[in-house]
């Protein structure tokens, strides 16, 4: 059934008008968006819940609460849409969609084996790293737009923070880009067939995982939605429908961010014992969300100057360490 | 007319749109949002030239940080939340001003091709020979804007720092 072309996708390989394939992708990418979230986010209440020494929902569905996040669905839906009398509606409407819709675009790069994926562009990484940054804009929006004073601190946080950990990303992608010599992400996950480079670049990719938890806004770095200071930042005022498609971009994130992690360090899909490719990246992205949903479980909250800090003094400069060594070395031995 | 054509009057109007608002816009939010929109759509210009790599820089760099940076200026200052007017009265003067740039603008594109129609023939360059280019050919330019803007960077530093003595 699955084409055996490596390096053409299947969607292509299935059906030759454009249009066609065109919507076929659009399709798969969309429901892939919308199944894996919900299972991390499962995962969440789950383990969250087990790593506590409780049971976690165990009634939705009957067994151990499947559901739950579905009946949570349809409760968002069922709910009033409120808008603040001082709110700029327009804005205020607009941005769940702004955060929400980047994180979905950026699944179109995402290849579960050298066959099943969407798109495989030249310039991959780059794609993901560009797109992945417009997420902001939407927070930005919510924050302001609230005319809440606690939406627009919590915005603002969530800037400062997104804008000082944006770096460090770049710069660990940037070393692996430089080892594997293209931007592809196809081509990544290839240039790994005899190591993994998580390997060849623990650092860089302790400093990928902590960067990305502070793009995610997860525990412990979760200022811009400190519940007990700032009550939801800049979510506050939202109910119903859009408050969960804020959610859906949190976990969504998880997914996109855990996806491009185990690309870039942990050989993407490819994999041994005769396991097939879709399973391997499932199971890595399945892998790294737990450690996700595992350091909330772990760690307190940092405070504002302290996350500053680490990423400016701490981070970076380890980055960019690291990009001079892998520079060294590629020139000495290529 | 060609698929790439019709895609370019849909992202030039919606751009030009954008940029009308951008500027008559009473508030300076939504200004910068409008500015979101017609930077995005000057990156899909460059999208169906088949300059992919320009066209996320585009998206990286003027969307994600640039935007961004302004907006985060503009709540962290003046920027009233809700529906208030915000208007610096300069309507006339920066009229005139992009009139100028406009006509500036025109004449110096349509010179370079001789005032003739020019023919575009998008060529898919891949990023690899970008990157030869910009670091084989033009290595020199390249190291000297990342010096200037490292001369910049080290400024703003010295800018903002606390005197300690005082």
Known sequence: MISAVPGVSVFDDWFANFWVVLVVKAAAVLVFFLVAPLLVGYMEHKVLAHMQARLGPMYAGRFHGWAQLVADGAKFIQKEDVIPAAADRWVFSLAPAVALIPYIVLFVVVPFSNTIYAENLDIGIFFVMAIGSVNVIGVLMAGWSSANKFSLIGALRAAAQLIAYELPLVLAAASVVMQAGTLSLIGITEAQDRYWFVLTQPIGFLIFMVASLAELTRPPFDMPIADSEIIFGAYTEYTGLKFAFFLLTEYGGIVALSSIASILFLGGYRGFLGIPDPLWMAAKIGALSFVVIWLRATYPRLREDQLQRFSWLALIPLALLQILVVGFVKVAVG | ?166
Request: charged share 10%.
């Open chain 2, 1 to 166: 007319m060609s698929a790439q054509e019709y895609a370019f009057v849909v992202l030039a109007l919606v751009g030009t749109v954008a940029a009308f608002r951008l500027v008559t816009a009473r508030n300076v939010v939504h200004a910068a949002l409008y500015l979101v929109v017609t930077l995005a759509m000057v990156g899909g210009v460059y999208l169906i030239l088949a300059a992919e790599f320009v066209a996320w820089v585009q998206i990286l760099i003027y969307v994600g940080a640039i935007v961004i940076l302004f907006l985060f200026g503009l709540m962290l200052t003046k920027a009233p939340i809700g529906r208030e007017a915000l208007d610096n009265q300069q309507r006339g003067i920066a009229l005139l001003v992009g009139l100028g740039v406009l006509a500036g603008l025109v004449f110096l594109i349509q010179n370079a091709f001789h005032w003739s129609d020019p023919k575009i023939q998008p060529i898919h360059v891949t990023t690899g020979a970008l990157g030869e280019s910009l670091f084989r050919q033009y290595v020199l330019p390249f190291e000297a804007v990342s010096f200037l803007l490292l001369a910049a960077l080290i400024g703003a530093i010295v800018l903002s720092r606390k005197d300690e003595r005082s």
